[in-house]
């Protein structure tokens, strides 16, 4: 049982770091075409602001409940689909 243990700690671990990365990803180009498309416009300079999506992206707590509602989604889908 320890060893299924590890090997789900690590699975997960792999699986939060993937997700980082392409959240990390889409965050950054969404920024990027906001500053793009709206340079000139500071009201929506100020509320279009990523900053915020990206600390809340660096949040442990974040990624546990995502990568804990991955998991349940997937279960839940096998599950139904048997």
């Not at 990390?24 to 906001?34: H, R, Y």
């Not at 500071?42 to 602001?49: S, V």
Request: glycine share 2%.
């Amino acid at each position: 049982m320890e060893i299924l243990d590890k090997k789900s700690n690590r699975m997960s671990r792999v699986i939060i770091g993937v997700s980082e990365a392409n959240l990390l990803a889409i965050l950054e180009s969404l920024n990027e075409l906001v500053h793009l498309e709206f340079l000139t416009d500071p009201k929506l300079q100020r509320i279009l602001d990523f900053l915020s999506l990206r600390n809340l992206l660096s949040n442990e707590l974040f990624f546990t409940f995502s990568n804990s509602l991955f998991f349940y989604l997937q279960i839940k889908k096998k599950l139904y689909n048997s």
